[in-house]
């Protein structure tokens, strides 16, 4: 595969790096990831892979921008309100990087259409707030042997997990908690999601290449407030419906 001369410009800083280098861009254009949720997370997501190069991206939310998305949704602006969140997020992708393929999904992801979305893709990333929808991808990954990179946040406290098979995210959440928490319902700070995120795009960047060691049956947990981190293993579950057994 090769690169233009706007495209060598445009990697140069990741082109040099001896961990991506050339084969390392090649592999980011021929990837395909499927981005499950534009909003805090999915939306920071969408803009690096999109700027680092990644092929083809496939956004896919039923929600429409609302005023209040704006103190953290940053690939918004105030006169998309009201606008399909997957038309906005393109155009915003596109605004950055016209190279990549962005196909825009304003429906919600259900265990009818998971099998071909997610299928399709090489990549999936969990960026939604809600426990079902989550278990939904997390199963589905499974069934079809795709890795997963998952990231949550709220109040002050943000999360990103890498799963590529045993632990599946289901052995870390089980079934969907009874008193399952939201954005909506508990708050949260703008900027966490910037910095959730990003580490969810960098964990896509390193599994799409093959560098570095990405938190496969790992969660890290990061804190806001105290400015600190913290890693913890995802022990599987032989009893997980699942992975297990």
């Not at 399709?120 to 989550?134: E, K, M, N, W």
């Not at 795709?146 to 599946?168: D, E, H, I, M």
């Not at 896509?204 to 060691?213: C, E, P, S, T, V």
Request: proline content about 5%; glycine content about 12%.
């Amino acid at each position: 595969m090769a690169f233009s001369d706007e495209e060598v410009e445009r990697y140069a800083r990741q082109l040099v790096l001896a961990e991506l280098g050339g084969p390392g861009q090649q592999k980011l254009q021929a990837a395909k990831v499927l981005i499950v949720g534009c909003g805090g997370v999915g939306g920071p997501v969408a803009l690096y892979l999109a700027a680092a190069g990644v092929g083809q991206i496939t956004l896919i939310d039923p929600d429409r921008v609302a005023l209040s998305n704006l103190h953290r949704q940053i690939q918004f602006a105030t006169a998309e309100i009201g606008d399909e969140k997957t038309e906005a997020t393109a155009g915003a992708m596109k605004a950055i990087n016209p190279n990549v393929r962005v196909f825009q999904i304003f429906a919600a992801l259900d265990a009818d259409n998971a099998p071909t979305w997610i299928g399709q893709s090489d990549l999936v990333i969990d960026g939604t707030d809600d426990f079902a929808t989550r278990l939904l991808v997390s199963d589905t990954c499974t069934m079809l042997d795709k890795p997963l990179v998952s990231g949550a946040l709220g109040r002050w406290t943000g999360q990103v997990g890498v799963f590529t098979g045993k632990p599946c995210y289901r052995c870390l959440v089980p079934d969907v908690p009874p008193e399952a928490e939201t954005c909506q319902r508990v708050g949260v700070v703008g900027a966490l999601a910037g910095v959730v995120g990003s580490m969810a795009a960098l964990e896509a960047i390193k599994l799409i290449i093959g560098a570095g060691q990405p938190l496969a049956g790992r969660l890290l947990i990061y804190d806001g407030l105290k400015g600190e981190a913290r890693t913890v293993q995802v022990t599987p579950d032989p009893t997980c419906r699942a992975c297990g057994g």
